[in-house]
């Protein structure tokens, strides 16, 4: 059952869990991929509610996303076994079906082609209104000089509308 939640009712869990760990998940070409993120933003703009990734150019998840417009937010409540993040982390859906590895129950999305995860049941469906490559100049120079080293391996920021929230029960 999916028990619809008001985003802003959970903004801190959501934000909580982003800061230790969560999944994105998407899906295109019959894959379905899942990374880790640790990174991520709440917000609204274009009067939208949104979800932002930050995902970097070489991530298998960034060639989905770039077929299929749209993805899951994955966020665990409560225990979570620590190995998925893990797995989802440092593996890459480019040869490893993560999902399929780890025994993970995909449930079917709402307003999106893109699953929801069980496991981690508190579920943001999001559609992609907008993506922006960072620009490196712009970056502080601290900040620069720690997370883009030469050869840049950019993040770009894939802004969602969150089309459903809801908690897997
Ligand atoms: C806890 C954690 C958080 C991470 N956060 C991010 C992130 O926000 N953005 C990113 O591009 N990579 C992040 N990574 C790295 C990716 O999850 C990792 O490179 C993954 O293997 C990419 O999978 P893919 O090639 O299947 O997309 C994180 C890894 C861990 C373990």
Same mark, same amino acid.
């Given at each position: ?40 933003? &709440? @917000? ?5 509610? *949104?979800?932002?990734?930050?995902? +970097?150019?070489? %991530?298998? !998840? ?14 665990? &409540? @409560? ?5 998925? *993040?893990?797995?989802?982390?440092? +593996?890459?859906? %480019?040869? !490893? ?22 496991? *981690? ?49």
């Amino acid at each position: 059952m999916k028990r619809k939640i008001d985003v802003w009712d959970y903004a801190g869990t959501i934000m909580k869990a982003v800061e230790t760990g969560a999944l994105v998940t998407v899906k295109a070409n019959g894959k379905v991929n899942s990374m880790s993120i640790g990174w991520g933003a &709440l @917000g609204i703009e274009w009067n939208t509610p *949104l979800f932002i990734a930050y995902i +970097r150019e070489s %991530r298998f !998840t960034r060639e989905l996303l770039d077929q299929n417009p749209e993805f899951t937010v994955n966020i665990p &409540l @409560g225990e979570c076994d620590p190995y998925i *993040l893990n797995l989802c982390g440092t +593996r890459s859906g %480019r040869d !490893t079906d993560k999902i399929a590895e780890l025994g993970l129950t995909t449930v079917e999305g709402e307003t999106v082609s893109v699953s929801a995860i069980k496991e *981690l049941p508190l579920t943001l469906e999001c559609r992609l209104i907008y993506r922006q490559l960072q620009d490196v100049p712009a970056v502080a120079e601290q900040l620069r000089a720690i997370h883009y080293p030469e050869p840049y391996d950019i993040h770009v920021a894939y802004y969602g509308e969150i089309t459903a929230a809801y908690i897997l029960e």
